[in-house]
């Protein structure tokens, strides 16, 4: 069956929601480590402006969910806009007043627009009827293309747009942005229930530890929290490496671009090759790809080699988060989705806010090489759980 005309209007106004939010994050993420040691007292807090920002999301991602619950998707994703205009605008502050007090302030208001902005791709399988929800996701995903070209070209270009306030352009036109997402997202539709299943009374929801006992449930958040955390590490400590290195803004970028590409062009077709050659399968090649990626980065040396990495942990993540993001959406109910998908980016962010804060320190202590050799031993958990999860199966 083709979804309907609102169906595919609810996952366009989504997609392009996720298009915006990404602009904004890809531009901080590049950025932020190096306005961090510009504006920081000490080099190794170069990296806490990410922290602060990961820190927001993993104290409100919770919350947030259970907040939506009551007052809905599209009010929530809106009050999340408001804190990313707000987050924009206390960057520029900071910047013009050379304040890390102001970047880091709004850093936490970036991070609390994410413990929002994180339910887009859940969203979509809210709006969406099971047969076309691994799609709808991939799809909300996919928003992430426009942004991958846009976000570092906006971290590159526009650093020069206010000619009194060094490094703060881009931090201008993410306050645009926001405002343009909080107009779309005006126009979003949600249904209490997803199409094509029955009404759920609200009070017959399952305990948490009652939900956690389907196998498909650890591997899930394991997957998600893993691949996210670990994207989120190299996107951190990619421009302080190169630029250690000698690399200037115009390399890094390169490689920021690289990687954000790939994790967002497969966002295409990930739905289709999930109902085509199954779940578990793409989730075993995202989990094989990141791997490669850890061993590739670790001989990272020139910009190609940087990309050949970057592009594979992209492609990777892609198939390990959308296809995690579709196994959890297997393990509850319709009623029981707010606290599952809150425990699950509760999870997911405590993971980003560890490695964000550490990532200045880890580059120091371990190297290069060291830290993505490490990154293998994670990955290697991933596996043991979805390994339990087919026997469990059987």
Known sequence: ??????????????????????????????????????????????????????????????????????IGRRNGFMLGTLCGIIGSALMLLGTAQTSFFYFCAGMLMIGLYQSFAMYYRFAAADVARAEFRSRAVSYVMAGGVISAVIGPLNARFALDWLPNIPMGGPFLVTTVLAVAATALLLTLRIPANPPGEPTTDSTTTRPLSIIARDPRFFPAIAGSSICFSLMTLYMTITPLGMQEQGFNMAAITMVVQSQVLAMFIPAFFTGTLIARYGLQRILWIGLGLLSIAMVIGALS????????????LGIGWNFLFVGSAVLLSHTHKPAERGKVQGMNDLTLFSLVTLGSISAAALLQRLGWNGIHLASLIPLALVAVLLLRMQWRRI
Request: aromatic share 2%; net charge positive; proline share 7%.
């Open 301 to 312: 040396h020139t910009v190609p080699v940087y990309m050949a990495s970057r592009i594979t």
């Open 1 to 70: 069956m083709k979804p309907s005309s609102t169906e595919r209007r609810n996952v366009l106004v989504l997609a392009s929601s996720q298009s915006l939010f990404t602009i904004t994050t890809i531009t901080v993420m590049t950025l932020a480590s190096v306005i961090g040691l510009k504006l920081s007292p000490d080099p190794d807090l170069a990296t806490l402006p990410i922290a602060v920002m990961m820190l927001a999301t993993v104290v409100t991602t919770l919350p947030a969910s259970l907040l939506m619950k009551r």
